[in-house]
């Protein structure tokens, strides 16, 4: 077991776009170990989501899952663990009004900030098989599914704000009476 170390906001690693990965790189030794650490940096973190940059390896990779209760996130549904090699996401929707959530991130850990993002989304994606789906999400996953691959491109929720005075450390935000995911 691994535990990688989280790159946080300011590495200038976390605002670059990353690689495509082959079908040959999957099948390696070490892809398969990075996928591996990045489950048990995930887990170690409370995360329910990772992608590759964050833990400085600039592939376009994201994990995602939350199959029990998180800590961080103990209103959010359950997701399962899955492994996204390539994503592709096309929006469906404008983002509505009031229909955002408190977003954190492992990179800008003790933080949460409020963004209002695509309900519906276009996912493709391989797996760690090399099995590609496409498919349509909607709600919560949307949104997770968003925040992962933005980091892909070296983008961070916090680009996306709604407005900043919606941002701030958890506590403070959690104790002026907000409910977060
Ligand atoms: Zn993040």
């Known amino acids: 077991m691994s535990i990688l170390k989280v790159l946080r906001m300011g590495d200038p690693i976390l605002r670059k776009r990353s690689l495509e990965v082959s079908e040959d790189e999957i099948r390696t030794k070490e892809f398969k170990k990075l996928i591996r650490d990045m489950f048990d940096t995930m887990h170690h973190e409370n995360g329910i989501g990772l992608a590759a940059p964050q833990v400085g390896v600039l592939k376009r990779v994201v994990i995602i899952g939350a199959e029990e209760e998180n800590p961080r996130y103990p209103n959010a549904p359950r997701l399962r663990e899955q492994i996204l090699i390539n994503p592709i996401i096309q929006t469906l929707e404008e983002p509505k009004v009031g229909q955002g959530y408190w977003e954190g991130c492992l990179s800008v850990p003790g933080m949460r900030g409020y963004v209002e993002r695509p309900q519906k989304i276009k996912l493709q994606y391989f797996d760690e098989k090399w099995n590609f789906y496409d498919m349509i999400v909607?709600?919560?996953?949307?949104?997770?599914?968003?925040?992962?691959?933005?980091?892909?491109?070296?983008?961070?929720?916090?680009?996306?704000?709604k407005d900043t005075k919606l941002f701030g450390f958890t506590e403070e935000v959690t104790t002026n009476g907000k409910d977060l995911d």
Do not use: T
């Open 138 to 161: 909607e709600g919560f996953p949307a949104v997770v599914y968003q925040h992962e691959c933005d980091h892909l491109d070296g983008i961070l929720y916090v680009d996306k704000l």
